[in-house]
Structures are given as structure tokens and as C-alpha cells.
T-cell receptor
Framework: SQKIEQNSEALNIQEGKTATLTCNYT??????LQWYRQDPGRGPVFLLL?????KEKRKERLKVTFDTTLKQSLFHITASQPADSATYLC????????????FGQGTTLQVKP | NAGVTQTPKFQVLKTGQSMTLQCAQD?????MSWYRQDPGMGLRLIHY???????DQGEVPNGYNVSRSTTEDFPLRLLSAAPSQTSVYFC?????????????FGSGTRLTVV
């Protein structure tokens, strides 16, 4: 069956370090993958999108990689700050050209000062 | 631009009652979706629409109906509420031609069924 997995355990890191979050998927062939940030009590907010033919995408302190052979995406936050503390969700389209997105369960990041 | 507006923000229903969760967007987006979010389960797709008059089922459609009579509105109807439908519901929209820019989410409706 189709599955998207993110590390369910919270990631705790020290301010200034690089946070790396993982998204693995099985039985999908997505055209693109997206990352969202969600704060408690709020809706998800779009951060980055990477297409299947792109290896890496950057936006300010954020970097996303996409390995379609490993079926994995890595999400990096460099020089992390306490304000980066949130839950991060990855989402795949199902390549049906309907815009339908399937989400992972999210990983909570806690950045300590 | 208001973005995606969901109403109400909070709702308590009794088992068996029906209600409609409202969702409206003012960005002329063609794609709209409804998700529910439960602890440890992530966001699960209930129903989605690729344009006015076109809807389809997602991963967990049972007990819910949708319609899309206009581009702007995508209401979600609970036919006969059950405690298992206690959840946080999110509506989201995206531009079809530019879906590469991601979905815009509403602030959610927290529903409790007793």
C-alpha cells in the first residue's frame, strides 16, 4: 500500500545547529513533493516544493533534497533558531494531475536556545 | 485578500446531528480540498475538487458530503455526526496552473461530537 513516513519522534536540537528532517515514501511516483510548517492551533503553511527532476531546492535557510531512487526527501534548516520550533509536514501529489496531496504525519522540531 | 476562510472555528455537536462546515477562498483557485487532522495521524484527505461542479473522494470520505457550485465555496457536510468525527478540519485551496506554489490552508474548525 502507499505510505509516507516521517520520523514520529520529536527532534530536539541546539540553536545554531542544522536540523535535518526525513520523509520516506513507498508505492508512489510523485511528480513533486512539498514541505509545510504547522504551528500549534494553526493551519499548515507552505514552505517549499521540489519536482521529481530536481535534486535540490533552497530558500533562505531552508534546503530540500529529493531522491526518487531512494524515495526520500530531506529537509534541512541551517542556523536553526527557537522560532523554527514547529511541526513540519511533507506532502506528495499522487501524479493524478488533480492536485491531490497526501501528507505524512509530521515531525516536531524543538530548537533550544 | 482574506485567503481561505473557514467557519465556524469551534463546534460541539451531539451524536446524530448534522452540520455544514463552510470554506471560502477569494484567490480564484481551482483546486480545493478538505482534510481532517487527528493526533498522530497527520492530515487525511476527505474530499477534493478540481473546479466548480467537480468533486471526488479522498482517503476518508465516509460520513461526509461536499459540493462545489462556485469556484469560491467548498462546504463540507456531516450527515449524521459520530464521536469518531471529532477532529480538526482544514480546508485548503491551490491555483491549478500553478499548483507548484503549494496549498493555502484555512485556520481550521475544531469539531467535538459528544
Amino acid at each position: 500500500s502507499q505510505k509516507i513516513e516521517q520520523n514520529s519522534e520529536a527532534l530536539n536540537i541546539q540553536e545554531g545547529k542544522t536540523a535535518t528532517l526525513t520523509c520516506n515514501y513507498t508505492n508512489y511516483s510523485p511528480a513533486y513533493l512539498q514541505w509545510y510548517r504547522q504551528d500549534p492551533g494553526r493551519g499548515p503553511v507552505f514552505l517549499l516544493l521540489i519536482r521529481e527532476n530536481e535534486k535540490e531546492k533552497r530558500k533562505e535557510r531552508l534546503k530540500v533534497t529529493f531522491d526518487t531512487t531512494l524515495k526520500q526527501s530531506l529537509f534541512h534548516i541551517t542556523a536553526s533558531q527557537p522560532a523554527d520550533s514547529a511541526t513540519y509536514l511533507c506532502a506528495l501529489d499522487d501524479n493524478s494531475n488533480t492536485g491531490k496531496l497526501i501528507f505524512g504525519q509530521g515531525t516536531t522540531l524543538q530548537v533550544k536556545p | 485578500n482574506a485567503g481561505v476562510t473557514q467557519t465556524p472555528k469551534f463546534q460541539v455537536l451531539k451524536t446524530g446531528q448534522s452540520m455544514t462546515l463552510q470554506c471560502a477562498q477569494d484567490m480564484n483557485h481551482e483546486y480545493m480540498s478538505w482534510y481532517r487532522q487527528d493526533p498522530g495521524m497527520g492530515l487525511r484527505l476527505i474530499h477534493y475538487s478540481v473546479g466548480a461542479g467537480i468533486t471526488d473522494q479522498g482517503e476518508v470520505p465516509n460520513g461526509y458530503n461536499v459540493s462545489r457550485s462556485t469556484t469560491e465555496d467548498f462546504p463540507l457536510r456531516l450527515l449524521s455526526a459520530a464521536p469518531s468525527q471529532t477532529s480538526v478540519y482544514f480546508c485548503a485551496s491551490s491555483d491549478r496552473g500553478r499548483n507548484r506554489y503549494g496549498y493555502t490552508f484555512g485556520s481550521g474548525t475544531r469539531l467535538t461530537v459528544v
